[in-house]
């Protein structure tokens, strides 16, 4: 049987190793460079860069308490934030959250599903 994570509901593994942590969530330096156009100060370009890793493995944007440590920890480290803020997610208002999750996608080239243009 397949597990969660392998599944059309995708879900972050808790249980992950840090070889696979390395290979799934480090970003790529173009990754990095969309999250530093935007000019962000640290916590933010975590945010955008756990966003970008998270919805670019699962397909949706997780809640903050889906997110384990060990993937925080070592996307964190790409972005200077200071090591406390590494164990906890990003707490930033809500409008950020927002933007950052417009921006995402887009950088993705996903479009929302419009029944409207796909109806023949």
């Known amino acids: 049987m397949a597990a969660v994570q392998d599944t059309a509901y995708p879900k972050l593994k808790h249980n992950i190793t840090k070889k696979e942590i390395t290979r799934i969530y480090t970003p790529l330096d173009e990754e990095i460079l969309f999250a530093n156009q935007f000019r962000y100060t640290a916590d933010k370009r975590f945010l955008c860069l ?71």
Request: hydrophobic share 40%; charged share 20%; with cysteine.
């Open 50 to 120: 756990l966003y970008i890793k998270c919805f670019q493995r699962l397909g949706y944007f997780p809640k903050p308490n889906e997110v384990p440590q060990s993937i925080l920890v070592h996307i964190a480290s790409f972005s200077r934030v200071t090591v406390d803020q590494r164990l906890q997610f990003p707490i930033l208002p809500k409008a950020t959250h927002k933007r950052i999750k417009d921006a995402v996608p887009n950088y993705f080239a996903v479009k929302t599903f419009d029944l409207a243009v796909h109806h023949t």
